[in-house]
């Protein structure tokens, strides 16, 4: 599986810090074509340069920090001999960072996975005014350099050229553009883009200047339910969802949507469960390189709150939910706290911390292992929905959302009642 991301950039605790993260891809991460051909043009000396100590740092790290000392058997000096030559052969970044993502793909860990400089540009202007094309990308399964349309952002470029959700991103061979691309304000750029129905949908398209999407936002049209979108686990969630939560009616029902949620901080996830667990209780286990054990307890607090709340709780989530968007949602379905609905999660819950590479590019990788407080390891296995709704990218485009709408009746009929009293009575692990 590839390195599925570009929401990944999380600032984590200092400008090196741990999180829980396997990051998707909001206009782009690495991949690209296939590899240069016999014959190709060389790097000139600079170039070559730098794509030695790239190459170096990345393989250095993976073999001295990697959370699996063994590296999952993988012989990593046999996958030096194999992909240095390729890095150091490449004459842009979109070969370097493919030959670097193939090697990290050996580890089989979808928090394995480096950045190129213009993806890293990108992830660091994200909460800014920039120019952007208005599409989310998902990576599809392998490292093909083919990409899903999830979204497409209302007022954007893309919006009004006509693509819509579900279509594919396919690799160019030409002068188009690509995630590994920077985006200029004004400057056209080409996307090989292909329908649901496989039809070339050739679009040329110029970035423009738009506001950051919200991280968070809270949805109070339907009587008697709030609806807390989190697009990831970022610095100030904890404040907000206790604000959104202060105060809130008896009868009033919470959903927390983390569908195509990357994850984040794992301070973040800790509040947000202190937002419905008891303070000191155990929801996971981390377990270091060298073997240590540091058992996880929600330390209480969210955003102003003096104590968890006790309103029913659906929480949303989808194949593209990674991470501590997995294994928030799977601490509140062992503690019978929330109804789980919508989609088999994506089975990426590592702890990853990101270093930056010599070129400006960026190096994700896993540093920890996690285990729930039932035991159950979520990495390759992830979270099963209580209730199984799926919304396709059809529903997305005539604006459905049977998701919501199976989780709102859901709490209408009173179905995580039981569970909401066995929590309150439940002491901590």
């Not at 046999?78 to 004459?91: D, E, I, V």
């Not at 370097?96 to 793909?105: I, Q, V």
Request: charged share 25%; net charge neutral.
């Amino acid at each position: 599986m590839t390195f599925r991301r570009l929401f990944s950039r999380l600032t984590v605790l200092a400008a090196m810090g741990l999180a829980l993260v396997a990051a998707p891809a909001s206009a782009g991460q690495t991949a690209a074509p296939d590899r240069p051909v016999a014959g190709a043009a060389a790097p000139d000396r600079v170039r070559a340069r730098m794509n030695q100590r790239v190459f170096d740092q990345v393989w250095t790290e993976v073999r001295r920090d990697y959370y699996d000392p063994r590296l999952h058997g993988v012989d990593w000096a046999a996958a030096r001999a194999t992909y240095r030559p390729q890095a150091l052969a490449a004459t842009d970044d979109r070969s370097l960072y493919r030959a670097l993502n193939d090697m990290l793909g050996l580890l089989d860990d979808d928090h394995a996975g480096a950045s190129a400089p213009a993806v890293a540009r990108r992830q660091d202007s994200l909460r800014r005014r920039r120019a952007v094309l208005g599409v989310t990308l998902f990576p599809e399964d392998g490292r093909n350099g083919r990409y899903i349309v999830e979204q497409v952002r209302t007022g954007s470029p893309a919006a009004e050229a006509g693509v819509l959700v579900g279509w594919r991103l396919e690799p160019f061979d030409g002068d188009g553009w690509t995630p590994e691309s920077d985006l200029v304000e004004g400057r056209p750029v080409t996307l090989a883009l292909v329908d649901d129905a496989g039809q070339a949908r050739p679009l040329t398209l110029t970035p423009r200047q738009m506001d950051p999407v919200p991280l968070f936002t809270a949805d109070r049209s339907r009587p008697g339910v709030v609806v807390l979108r989190v697009t990831a686990f970022e610095p100030g969630l904890g404040r907000w969802m206790g604000e959104q939560l202060a105060d809130l009616p008896a009868g009033t029902d919470v959903v927390v949507d983390l569908r195509g949620n990357p994850g984040g901080r794992v301070v973040e996830a800790d509040a947000v469960l202190s937002c419905f667990l008891p303070a000191d209780r155990i929801w996971a286990t981390r377990t270091a390189r060298t073997g240590r054990r540091v058992v996880m307890r929600t330390e209480g607090g969210c955003g102003a709150l003096n104590a968890p709340v006790d309103n029913p709780v659906a929480v949303l989530v989808n194949a593209q939910s990674r991470s501590a968007a997995e294994l928030t949602p799977a601490a509140l379905q062992e503690a019978r706290r929330a109804l789980i609905v919508g989609e088999h999660t994506a089975g990426a819950v590592l702890i990853s911390q990101e270093t930056s590479l010599p070129d400006g590019g960026r190096l994700n990788l896993s540093r920890a292992d996690f285990v729930t407080a039932g035991g159950v390891r979520l990495e390759k296995r992830g979270v099963t929905p209580d209730l199984a709704a799926p919304t396709t990218a059809a529903d997305r485009r005539a604006g459905r959302d049977p998701t919501l709408d199976a989780a709102v009746a859901a709490l209408a009929q009173g179905e995580v009642s039981v569970a909401r009293a066995s929590t309150a009575a439940a002491p901590a692990s």
